[in-house]
């Protein structure tokens, strides 16, 4: 094997250390480098970087290797958390972490690492990465451990980054990392997965996005045009959402088809020029099923769009493959048709193509059309 100058994302977790292991072990020369791409009250009860950087540097001493602080702050606020606040205000639901992966992680980092001399750059991510002898291409694939497959978060990875990109524990199981780590002796073998979008951390949502994007109350009316609440703005709603509504305690006899007496409200619809919250009683009421939807800003990893056909897709992460026929594909925009209606498809989120445990890339949902 010929061995590399790695440079390794470490987090603080354990998932990046056991990385650096796996690649020390294999003999590569493994630097580590901790990302700060937050500063914002960034010693709040709620914000871990200066915890997490110090769980990364004892990493670094136990795997031998050493580490640098790099702050990629202003990139991440100019090119991530801009869009973040610019999507919600129009009502639509982003997801930052593919845009921080795509923009930081695998860019401004990638830049980095270059610069200092990697010829590699590795990260702890539930993935893997194939050179196809055939097509010479190189592919993006699942993490061998299903309930931990990344894949959905990294497929707007093109062929350049694919190229210098190794992801040693998209080959293991989650349980199988966590064993490396205890075996070793990881001070963070133990150390809980981090969840949640990186510059919100575990503090309540609507009081973050309440210090960045201005409240406009209305009216939360159910599908007869009845009013039956009221909203605090619709940037801090998203479709399918059910608590947080304030009507829990409202009950109709007889409701809309797929609900009842007792029956939950969920986000439906919103009406951003009339400022109105539409919401729906029962999960499988028409206004929450799609059988087709639109997407537009695409990114495929090939560097062209996939030919129309079948394929899988996801709506959202941790949902099951969909059956899926790809209909049209233009290097930007595409539609898909599925076998089964998708629940809840949201504006905002992102719908990524896959061929098998190939991931093809995807775009951001545009629209889906309801059965109602």
């Known amino acids: 094997m010929k061995h590399h100058r790695i440079v390794v994302g470490l987090s603080g977790g354990v998932d990046s250390a056991v990385t650096a292991h796996l690649l020390k072990k294999q003999g590569h020369e493994v630097v580590g480098i901790f990302m ?7 010693d709040s009860e709620f914000c ?10 004892a990493v670094a001493d136990v795997v031998g290797i050493e580490i640098e602080h790099v702050n990629f702050a202003a990139d991440y606020k100019d090119r991530v958390f801009a869009d973040f606040l ?9 997801n930052p ?37 055939t097509t010479g291409l190189h592919e993006l694939l699942k993490g061998l451990d299903n309930s931990k497959d990344q894949s959905y978060f990294l497929h707007r990875l093109n062929q350049s980054q694919l ?8 080959e293991l199981l989650k349980t199988q990392v966590r064993q490396i780590a205890e075996e070793i002796g990881l001070p963070n073998a133990k150390k809980k997965d981090s969840t949640g979008i990186c510059f919100i951390g575990e503090r309540p ?10 409240k406009e109350p209305g ?17 801090f709603y998203t479709l399918g959402q059910r608590q947080g509504l304030g009507i829990g305690g409202i009950k109709e006899k007889g409701a809309q088809r797929g609900g009842g007496e007792h029956t939950p409200w969920f986000v439906a619809r919103k009406d951003m020029d009339k400022n109105i919250l539409w919401v729906v009683q029962g999960h499988d009421h028409p206004w929450l099923l799609s059988p087709q939807l639109e997407a537009a800003d695409a990114s495929w990893c090939s560097g062209t769009a996939p030919v129309a056909g079948r394929y899988a897709a996801k709506t959202r992460y941790r949902q ?7 209909a049209s594909s233009e290097t930007a925009e595409f539609s898909l048709n599925f076998n089964e209606n998708q629940w809840a498809v949201t504006p905002g989120q992102s719908a990524v193509l896959y061929d098998g445990e190939v991931c093809l890339g995807g775009g951001v949902i545009n629209a889906a059309r309801t059965l109602a």
């Open 86 to 94: 610019r999507e919600y205000q129009a009502g639509r639901t982003p």
């Open 163 to 170: 190229s210098k990109t190794l992801f040693p524990v998209g």
């Open 36 to 42: 700060k791409n937050w500063e914002d009250d960034d």
């Open 205 to 214: 949502f609507r009081d973050f996005l309440n210090r960045y994007i201005s």
């Open 320 to 326: 099951a493959d969909a059956t899926c026929d790809l």
């Open 97 to 133: 972490d593919i845009l921080c992966n795509a923009e930081i992680k695998f860019k401004s980092f990638l830049d980095h690492a270059m610069q200092v001399g990697a010829e590699k750059i590795a990260t702890g991510h539930y993935a893997r990465v194939r050179l196809n002898e």
């Open 219 to 235: 009216p939360i009316k159910d599908p007869s045009g009845r009013t039956i609440g009221k909203h605090v703005g619709l940037s």
């Open 48 to 57: 871990s970087s200066n915890i997490d950087f110090v769980d990364a540097a």
